[in-house]
Antibody, heavy 120, light 107 residues
Framework: QVQLLESGPGLVKPSETLSLTCTVS????????WSWIRQPPGKGLEWIGY???????NHNPSLTSRATISVDTSKNQFSLRLSSVTAADTAVYYC??????????????WGQGTLVTVSS | DIQMTQSPSSLSASVGDRVTITCRAS??????LNWYQQKPGKAPKLLIY???SLQSGVPSRFSGSGSGTDFTLTITSLQPEDFATYYC?????????FGQGTKVEIK
């Protein structure tokens, strides 16, 4: 059973960079794409982007190039960096696995989520 | 971006009821449509992928249908554990986008 676990600071100051890591267990990171999604308190879900295990990425343009997603296959981890954060970036951040092409790429395994608050 | 619109935004239902949630895409997405269930304080859980395929381990009372722009999630006999918020999501084009959610509450 694939399991994902987010880790990183729960509090980030405005204008600084948010950094989160997702550790994958119970399966290899190879062969799949891996995604970040966020959810502001009381609101809906926003897709941030994904990284293929080879390192190719695709990001949501709404984040105006502030987001960087990377992968470390040796550690079975992938990461998110979001620069120049503001209070609007306060959210629960989820990592998830992107399912196969044959299943039309659903987000089939999710981490538990981690709340990141942007505040001075 | 492809806009996903769910209706209703919320509904009240009783245990045993048949519940239907609709999701409309702003352009054709073929069958690149997924449904998730989210309970308070928990991560979303995949229920249906490719519009109508049931994810492993999900009860058969959940079903999905549709293609193109109009999709439906149906719960044939609502159970106490089904009270949650449901989201549709398109994986046809990036940026992938979600509907605003439908909250299913106890009547």
């Amino acid at each position: 059973q694939v399991q994902l676990l987010e880790s990183g600071p729960g509090l980030v100051k405005p204008s600084e960079t948010l950094s989160l890591t997702c550790t994958v267990s119970g399966g290899s990171i190879s062969g799949y794409s891996w995604s970040w999604i966020r959810q502001p308190p009381g609101k809906g879900l926003e897709w941030i982007g994904y990284v293929y295990y080879s390192g190719n990425t695709n990001h949501n343009p709404s984040l105006t190039s502030r987001a960087t997603i990377s992968v470390d296959t040796s550690k079975n981890q992938f990461s998110l960096r979001l620069s120049s954060v503001t209070a609007a970036d306060t959210a629960v951040y989820y990592c998830a696995r992107v399912g196969s092409r044959s299943s039309l790429w659903p987000l089939d395994y999710w981490g538990q989520g981690t709340l990141v608050t942007v505040s001075s | 971006d492809i806009q996903m619109t769910q209706s209703p935004s919320s509904l009240s239902a009783s245990v045993g009821d048949r519940v239907t949630i609709t999701c409309r895409a702003s352009q054709s997405i073929s069958n690149y449509l997924n449904w998730y269930q989210q309970k308070p304080g928990k991560a979303p859980k995949l229920l249906i992928y490719a519009a109508s395929s049931l994810q492993s381990g999900v009860p058969s009372r959940f079903s999905g249908s549709g293609s193109g722009t109009d999709f439906t999630l149906t719960i044939t006999s609502l159970q106490p554990e089904d009270f949650a918020t449901y989201y549709c999501q398109q994986s046809y084009n990036t940026p992938w986008t979600f509907g605003q959610g439908t909250k299913v509450e106890i009547k």
